[in-house]
């Protein structure tokens, strides 16, 4: 236990020092929901560095998906800007020159699913190949490889992916993404359906990938102890605002606004190593039941 332990957790885990790759500044959008308006941002700054895990946690109706959605422009803010390598965002929509840039540099992995279920696996990875033009022996191989790189079994691609379990099609989704071969990932409660096994196992996948390529992930939960099992560092939101950020170490043990230490103290155990045993024993158990 001890070896794979060790083996899972990438030294560098809790450090990161690269380039922003993405800053967002003063975010504001509200939604009419019947007569009232509700706040679903309100003046969001935050940066992402180049190769760091970033997870926001925050409890449900913070405002999570709509920060997310609007990074991927698939929502417009009100108000606020987004920078994302040499692209610049925010209240304008986008051109299509400017959106096929943007997959190039962010993919999303959203709470709704990105895989049609009509379609085959093989079907589903080998859309955004051929978006991209390459030749049939190519993106046989581009599938092969993803299929190796996020564990999914080669003998899948035939299957329907509604015919996938949720663990295989949260692989599958990670496939797709990492297919546009983007700078920035963002996970969006993606292992929030799935049994603990199987989420540390996509975790896991998630971390190697970050640490051999150098991929962004901005990981969002609702979940202290996944936040602080996977990230450098950690961003809290609540009511539409970042209220707390930090390394994911720092802010676990010494949490400063009330609210961060309410979310801390309701999730058990508050502490990023105890989260990954947690995790890790989750892990542990999956691999014995193999
Ligand atoms: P989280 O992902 O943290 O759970 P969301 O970003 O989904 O939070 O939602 C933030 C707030 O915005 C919530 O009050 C939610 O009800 C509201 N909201 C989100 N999307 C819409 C929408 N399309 N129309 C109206 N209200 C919305
Ligand atoms: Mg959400």
Known sequence: MEGLE?????????????QILLEAKNLCLKFKHADQMICALDGVNFKLRAGEIYALVGESGSGKSTLARCLCNLLLPDSGEIKLHDLTYGHKKLSSAQRDQLCTLIQPLLQEGALDPALTLRQALAEPLQ??????????????????????????????????????????????????????????????????????????????????????????????????????????????????????????????????????????????????QRILSGLNEDLMLN
Not at 6 to 18: C, D, I, N, Q, Y
């Open 131 to 276: 978006a991209r033009r390459m030749t049939s022996p190519e993106i046989n191989q581009q599938l092969l490889k993803l299929c190796d790189t996020v564990s999914l079994n080669r003998d899948l691609m035939e299957l329907n992916c509604a015919d996938l379990s949720g663990g295989q099609r949260q692989r599958a989704a990670l496939a797709r993404a990492l297919s546009f071969n983007p700078r920035l990932l963002i996970a969006d409660e993606l292992t929030a359906p799935l049994d603990l096994s199987v989420q540390a196992q996509l975790i896991n996948l998630l971390l190697q990938r970050c640490r051999k390529s150098g991929l962004t992930i901005l990981l969002i939960t609702h979940d202290f102890n996944l936040a602080a099992f996977a990230a450098d560092r950690i961003g809290v939101m609540s009511k539409g605002k970042i209220v707390e950020e930090g390394a994911a170490e720092e802010l676990c043990s010494r949490p400063k606004h009330p609210y961060t230490r309410a979310l801390l103290h309701a999730t058990l155990p508050a502490s990023p190593s105890m989260a990954r």
């Open 6 to 18: 060790k083996s899972l957790v990438p030294e560098a885990l809790h450090t990161s020092s690269g």
